[in-house]
């Protein structure tokens, strides 16, 4: 079983819309994970059924018992933070401040502090519209330990691949190079990069390969709307083969990739035209370099 990863430098340069048509092409012989836990949309296009859901839990969160508390300030004299503030004559938690980091707790003279465990979000088991299964998830508004659902997520999708014997597990990683990406390379096989010629697509590609290749893996990409900036285009193609990384392909604007979106189908379900014929070579081509 092999761990394909897409992911992109930037937002907006089509990697979800990519990702699902190769879902879509790859029919029951995929696992998909949708590992853009603070965005999450790829069940837009794939009709998830929501079949298992489950709370996510991950960090903590000081609460402060006012019986209990005798006001000495303690607390708020060692939380590094500012996280707690005095009220109306009382000491209060700012729950968006709060590490949970638990020292607080630790100096109170009357245990009037305790930590509780955070529900950051849920995460989902579901049948998709290509006859096999997505895990996908959706983290809580302004939460965060994005990386940990992440993890999760992938973790499922992998112990789910195996037990029926999936030949690739596809995962929309998230934009950029923070937590989430890193925990989407883990592992993986393969990363295919997905970018657009822009002065922000090339300086984010940039970034984002320097981050795979942190972890040694192979990679690949692909040029989005290749034909609105041939300057910047000609830029990354020169970078890709500077760095030794596979161009995949170029695909031109088409405004069916937005079409297709409105009517909550991939690209290649919706129309049958040079695009969806090259993303049906790129999806074969990544294939034949995993075999």
């Known amino acids: 079983m092999k761990e394909i990863v897409v992911i992109s430098g930037k937002g907006g340069t089509g990697k979800t819309s990519i990702t699902a048509s190769f879902a879509y092409l790859g029919g029951k012989d995929v696992i998909v994970a949708d590992c853009d836990v603070d965005a999450a949309d790829m069940h837009l296009l794939l009709q998830p059924d929501f079949a298992e859901s489950e709370d996510f839990y991950s960090g903590e969160l000081a609460n402060i018992s006012q019986d209990e508390c005798n006001q000495c300030g303690k607390c708020a004299d060692v939380c590094r933070f500012e996280a707690i503030t005095i009220k109306?004559?009382?000491?209060i938690i700012d729950p968006f401040e709060c590490e949970g980091c638990g020292y607080c707790?630790?100096?109170c003279p009357t245990n009037a502090i305790t930590n509780e465990e955070l529900n950051v979000g849920k995460w989902y088991i579901s049948n998709i519209k290509t006859g096999t299964t997505m895990i996908h998830a959706k983290?809580?508004?302004?939460?965060?330990?994005?990386?940990?659902?992440?993890?999760?997520?992938?973790?499922?999708?992998?112990?789910?691949?195996?037990?029926?014997n999936k030949s690739y597990?596809?995962?929309?990683?998230?934009?950029?190079?923070?937590?989430?990406?890193?925990?989407?390379?883990?592992?993986?096989?393969?990363?295919?990069?997905?970018?657009?010629?822009?002065?922000?697509?090339?300086?984010d590609l940039k970034r984002v390969h320097k981050l795979v290749k942190k972890f040694n893996i192979?990679?690949?990409?692909?040029?989005?709307?290749a034909d609105i900036n041939q300057k910047v285009t000609r830029?990354?193609?020169?970078?890709?083969?500077?760095?030794?990384?596979?161009?995949?392909?170029n695909l031109p604007?088409?405004?069916t990739f937005t079409m297709a979106m409105t009517m909550g189908e991939t690209l290649v379900?919706?129309?049958?035209?040079?695009?969806?014929e090259i993303i049906s070579g790129s999806w074969e081509k990544i294939k034949q370099i995993l075999t």
């Open 269 to 276: 379900e919706h129309t049958d035209n040079d695009l969806t």
């Open 169 to 203: 597990i596809l995962i929309d990683g998230s934009p950029g190079i923070g937590c989430p990406v890193i925990s989407s390379l883990s592992g993986a096989d393969y990363a295919l990069l997905i970018t657009e010629p822009s002065v922000s697509g090339l300086h």
């Open 218 to 225: 192979n990679a690949g990409c692909i040029i989005n709307k």
């Open 253 to 255: 604007y088409d405004e």
């Open 139 to 164: 983290l809580g508004i302004g939460a965060d330990n994005s990386g940990k659902l992440v993890a999760k997520v992938k973790n499922k999708a992998k112990q789910i691949g195996k037990e029926n």
């Open 88 to 91: 109306d004559g009382r000491y």
């Open 105 to 107: 707790a630790r100096v």
């Open 235 to 249: 830029e990354i193609e020169e970078f890709l083969y500077k760095e030794e990384i596979l161009h995949i392909a």
